[in-house]
């Protein structure tokens, strides 16, 4: 099975910082991954490059980036490799407020 | 625009069973593959499995092979999710989704099933 390894598992910011998270894949899954959103108590959310982000990689290395966070960016962040079954996602980053 | 509306919660005693279901409109069903992810309480998602629209193929992962079953029913544009011998590890939120290329763009909203005696 491919194992998704996030870092950090949280991360403390302030409003208007910019922050990576990482994904790290145990083999290539090329490009078929996904960062989501998590806020308490709500389902998931896709996010798409240019939501106040920026997403680089392929192979086994992912990086999401927040740039300049907003109040609303506070939350956790999930990776999801589909590439290969059984699907997984990482353990997830809370991202809180310093 | 893609929607996925969930039935709602469920509260079930050990070894009980439990069927969900999903209701998709707003694309065409069997163009996307679907999806179920659970969340316990606390924890992060986990994906518990894939099934073709035209409900001829899935894909569990191993620990939920023989306790889980996805089908779909075309007619009604609706995925099923039942869950057998519940125990309390099985108490989460759980989510349907779906996407192209069998990725996970978009989410239903979320069922809480309670496993309680």
């Known amino acids: 099975d491919i194992q998704m390894t996030q870092s950090p598992s949280s991360l403390s910011a302030s409003v208007g910082d910019r922050v990576t998270i990482t994904c790290r894949a145990s083999q290539d899954i090329g490009n078929d991954f996904g960062w989501y959103q998590q806020k308490s108590g709500k389902a998931p959310k896709r996010l798409l490059s240019g939501d106040s982000t920026l997403q680089s990689g392929s192979g086994t290395e992912f990086t999401l980036t927040l740039t300049s966070l907003q109040p609303e960016d506070f939350a956790t962040y999930y990776c999801l490799q589909h590439n290969t079954y059984p699907f997984s996602f990482g353990q997830g980053t809370k991202l809180e407020i310093k | 625009q893609v929607q996925l509306v969930q039935s709602g919660a469920e509260v079930k005693e050990p070894g009980a069973s439990v069927k969900l279901s999903c209701k998709a409109s707003g694309y065409i069903f069997t163009s996307y593959f679907l999806h179920w992810v659970r969340q316990a309480p606390g924890q992060g998602l986990e994906w518990m499995g894939i099934?073709?629209?035209?409900?001829?193929?899935?894909n569990y992962p191993q620990r939920f092979q023989g306790r889980i079953i996805m089908t779909t029913d075309t007619s009604s544009n609706t995925v099923y999710l039942e869950v057998s011998r519940l125990r309390s590890e099985d108490t989460a939120v759980y989510y349907c989704a779906t996407g192209s290329r069998r990725s996970v763009e978009y989410w239903g909203q979320g069922t809480q099933v309670t496993v309680s005696s």
């Open positions: 099934i073709n629209p035209i409900g001829d193929s899935t």
